[in-house]
């Protein structure tokens, strides 16, 4: 699957527009985490915990948007555009959206 954040792919042809894909992921933070985190705000730094948890939520998130690609025939996606946001005291989501697309 082609991935991009750009309108097309340079050297390939769309020949086909399939729609709006996305894909998103709620996460909480883990206390643990949450506690080395306050530890952490006090002396300053990477917070490594809740880094880990962005990246795996963003990785997920792109792969449930592959999927929905995929299932709508597609073998690419362009415009990609990533966005997060608090859902609620603890809890963030990750969406990521783009256009599913055939190229050749």
């Known amino acids: 699957m082609l991935i991009t954040n750009t309108e097309t792919f340079p050297g390939k042809t769309i020949t086909a527009v399939h729609g709006v894909v996305s ?3 709620v996460r ?6 949450d506690l080395m985190a306050g530890l952490k705000n006090i002396v300053g730094g990477e917070l490594r915990g809740y880094t880990e948890l962005l990246t795996e939520a963003r990785d997920q998130a792109l792969e449930r948007m592959e999927q929905q690609a995929r299932q709508v025939g597609a073998n690419a ?3 990609v555009r990533f966005s997060t946001s608090a859902v609620s005291a603890g809890a963030s989501e990750i969406y990521i959206y783009g256009t599913a697309v055939t190229v050749e």
């Open 23 to 25: 894909g998103s992921t």
């Open 77 to 79: 996606v362009v415009n």
């Open 28 to 33: 909480a933070k883990h206390v643990g985490r």
